[in-house]
């Protein structure tokens, strides 16, 4: 009944998507390309590619994807920083790795990534999910190699949806808030503080130990100046 339910949910997405796309772009794809059904056409062909892909998928052993989990994220981080250096810029922005006649947009495979790895996290976390390192370092590394460079890219929105999607897996998974909460955290996170008050309170310390002595030697020098002639 799950499956059922979520397939009917990404076929009403696709669905009201394609009726957005048809009746905003006709416009410009008429201005363009001469052809006011040219990126509905487009939007359809990749559509059946997906859906092809999709249906292999379903065929393939789910168990399977932990194991593939970090050659796919470390993949994608290395893509993401390639776009950086020879992507192709448009409106300011480098997202898109062109080879030829086709175009890679290196972030599509990061947000694959994001899901297989931080979902093989927290399932091999298990219980101990609760735990700081396992429940929030661990993850957020990977979130930030992720999203690090497409928010360098700039792209807010899918950075923005790889680091909401991760951390909703992270709290599926079993991370907890009051892990960042819990004593050994504050513990470890307030350290600098107590440190720079020790450093305040030692200069205090030989300020008033210096302070009588300092006083004493400034009125002996003030007396034993000579008096100034009338």
């Excluded at 796919?72 to 898109?96: C, D, H, P, Y």
């Excluded at 709290?171 to 504050?186: D, I």
């Amino acid at each position: 009944k799950t499956t059922s339910v979520l397939i009917a949910i990404v076929l009403v997405l696709l669905t009201f998507g394609i009726v957005m796309l048809a009746s905003t772009s006709s416009v410009r794809a008429s201005a363009s390309f001469h052809d006011a059904h040219y990126f509905l056409k487009r939007q359809l062909a990749w559509l059946a590619v997906a859906l092809a892909v999709g249906g292999l998928l379903t065929r393939f052993d789910y168990h399977w994807w932990p194991k593939l989990s970090v050659p796919v994220a470390v993949t994608s981080i290395l893509l993401l920083f390639l776009v950086l250096g020879i992507g192709a810029e448009i409106n300011g922005s480098k997202r898109w790795i062109r080879l030829g006649m086709f175009s890679f947009q290196p972030s599509e495979l990061a947000k694959l990534a994001a899901i297989t790895i931080i979902s093989s996290l927290m399932a091999g976390a298990g219980s101990r999910a609760a735990n700081l390192k396992e429940g929030m370092i661990f993850p957020f590394i990977w979130i930030g190699l992720l999203a690090g460079p497409i928010f360098i890219e700039p792209d807010f929105g899918t950075t923005f949806l790889i680091a909401a999607v991760g951390m909703a897996i992270m709290f599926a998974g079993g991370t907890r808030l009051s892990t960042a909460r819990s004593a050994p955290v504050r513990q470890r996170t307030a350290w600098p503080v107590r440190a720079v008050r020790r450093w305040d309170g030692r200069n205090r310390m030989r300020a008033g130990a210096a302070g009588p002595s300092h006083r004493t030697a400034q009125r002996a020098g003030c007396s034993a100046r000579p008096a100034r002639r009338a």
